[in-house]
């Protein structure tokens, strides 16, 4: 039987509460109360006659100012190269010095059929003070990468299967190091004060050429404090 660690339950677990939170937040106008800066400001709710009150407490995000919090991600990359499918997972900080500013690092990994590559991934977004709001970043990533390449023809036995050089055979070699730069384009969305759901989508531009850039689409749920 497959066991599955307790810090993968527990985060889906929260997930879980989330989007139930999340969804019974969809009808609230005053969606961020779990902030105690937008509940400082929100304490006495927009009057049931006021529209323009309760549309404003539904889509003000401008507590996000001086949040931090820490992010999981999960994506996934289209390798021309190879056509390969990479897929990964990102873990980091991501901080709001002003409320439509955000920069964040983090540590990324992601491996495909031919190769993986793993390391520090750093960058900035832009957006507005709402509560759904589409961002424009930019990013960086650092790190180790390797690459499958033909081994049939060096009189070893790369694989380890007992035949040397057999037709198919394939060895795997760390390339060395791996920057890449990247325009970013996304969602942000708030269920509640201190959570937010990000989707993106990166065009990486690679230090190994442009027949290595790739697209990269994700998701991103990130917990907040302050
Ligand atoms: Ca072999
Ligand atoms: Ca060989």
């Known amino acids: 039987m497959v066991r599955i660690p307790p810090l993968l339950v527990r985060l889906f677990a929260s997930l879980l509460l989330l989007s139930s939170v999340g969804c019974a937040n969809l009808l609230k106008s005053r969606y961020a109360m779990d902030d105690p800066v937008y509940a400082a400001k929100y304490e006495v709710g927009a009057e049931k006659t006021d529209v ?6 539904a889509i003000d995000a401008r507590f996000v100012e001086g949040l931090n919090g820490k992010y999981l991600a999960g994506g996934s990359q289209w390798r021309n190269a ?13 901080y709001y010095p002003t409320s439509w500013y955000s920069s964040r690092v983090g540590l990324a990994g992601y491996l495909g059929p031919d190769d993986w590559y793993a390391g520090l991934d750093t960058g900035a977004r832009i957006q507005l003070p709402t509560r759904l709001t589409p961002f424009a970043g930019v990013g960086m990533f650092n790190g180790l990468s390797t690459v499958r390449a033909d081994a049939s023809d060096d009189r070893k036995d790369n694989d380890e299967d007992g035949s040397i050089d057999e037709f198919d055979e ?10 890449t730069v990247y325009p970013e384009l996304g969602v942000h969305w708030w269920p509640v004060g201190q959570a937010r759901i990000t989707a993106y989508a990166r065009y990486l531009i690679s230090s190994e050429g442009r027949a290595l850039d790739d697209w990269l689409a994700g998701v991103q749920f990130t917990a907040f404090d302050r």
């Not at 323009?52 to 407490?57: A, E, F, L, T």
């Open 82 to 94: 190879t056509q390969g499918l990479l897929t990964g997972a990102e873990w980091g900080y991501e």
């Open 170 to 179: 394939m060895e795997t070699n760390v390339d060395g190091w791996l920057s």
């Open 52 to 57: 323009p009150g309760k549309v404003k407490q």
